[in-house]
């Protein structure tokens, strides 16, 4: 019984202590946009743009303001951007909701293009 408790204690500091780190890392990346209400709610868009070769990526802005620049598809070899437009701005609107509802660093991967159904 000891021992489970243990375990229990554990993993709840260890969620605790994750999710804070989720936060804190998106944190970082929009502080680096230097607001200074520590209340603002940032507005994200994103647009689409081509590469050179024709495929897709795409950049998020907060507030206007550059946040990511994405020219490849995560998952795919270096250098290979997205098929198409919209799933660049598939990928784009997955991200804005990890930075809206920091449950992971927003980030994406190649799990999460098998998800969306892009790989």
């Not at 946009?33 to 950049?59: C, E, I, K, M």
């Amino acid at each position: 019984m000891k021992k489970i408790i243990t375990c229990i204690l554990f993993c709840s500091v260890t969620t605790v202590y994750a999710q804070e780190r989720i936060a804190s890392t998106n944190t970082k990346m929009l502080s680096s946009l230097q607001h200074t209400d520590p209340q603002h709610r940032f507005v994200f868009t994103a647009t689409a743009f081509q590469n050179a070769d024709h495929s897709w990526g795409y950049d998020v802005f907060a507030d206007g303001k550059p946040l990511f620049h994405q020219e490849e598809m995560p998952g795919k070899p270096k250098g290979n951007g997205f098929a198409a437009k919209e799933d660049a701005l598939k990928v784009a609107d997955f991200i804005i909701g990890l930075l809206r509802n920091p449950v992971r660093p927003a980030v994406a991967t190649a799990k999460d293009m098998e998800q969306l159904h892009l790989l």
